[in-house]
């Protein structure tokens, strides 16, 4: 039973940094792409940030490049998503997500487990 468990979420000031984990379990995390997708209220699934499996290519939506890092620990089966210079409008549920495929996708179709979420909230 594949498992994706976010955390590190929560409610800061803009400017402010946080660093979400993504523990995967019940897959070869080595064999997998990992994502990062939010979603704030009353929108649609927004693409973060992607990283394939060996760590060598990153892949980020263009309104987090500069602020935001996608890493990955193969030996912790876990995937972070550093984010620095946060913005109100970085306000969402952040989800964590795996896909088999080697390309880096913006598209959640793209993938096939999801995590549950985990929410960060920025005020001004």
């Known amino acids: 039973q594949v498992q994706l468990v976010e955390s590190g979420g929560g409610l800061v000031q803009a400017g402010d940094s946080l660093r979400l984990s993504c523990v995967a379990s019940?897959?070869?995390?080595?064999?997998?792409?990992m994502g990062w997708f939010r979603q704030a209220p009353g929108k649609g699934r927004e693409f973060v940030a992607a990283?394939?499996?060996?760590?060598?290519?990153?892949y980020y939506a263009d309104s987090v490049k500069g602020r935001f890092s996608i890493s990955r620990d193969t030996a912790k089966n876990t995937v972070y998503l550093q984010m620095t210079s946060l913005k109100p409008e970085d306000t969402a549920v952040y989800y964590c997500?795996?896909?088999?495929?080697?390309?880096?996708?913006?598209?959640?179709?793209?993938?096939?487990?999801w995590g549950q979420g985990t929410q960060v909230t920025v005020s001004s």
């Open positions: 990283i394939d499996r060996n760590a060598g290519s990153t």
């Open positions: 997500t795996t896909s088999s495929l080697y390309l880096l996708s913006a598209i959640d179709t793209s993938y096939d487990y």
């Open positions: 019940g897959l070869t995390f080595s064999r997998r792409t």
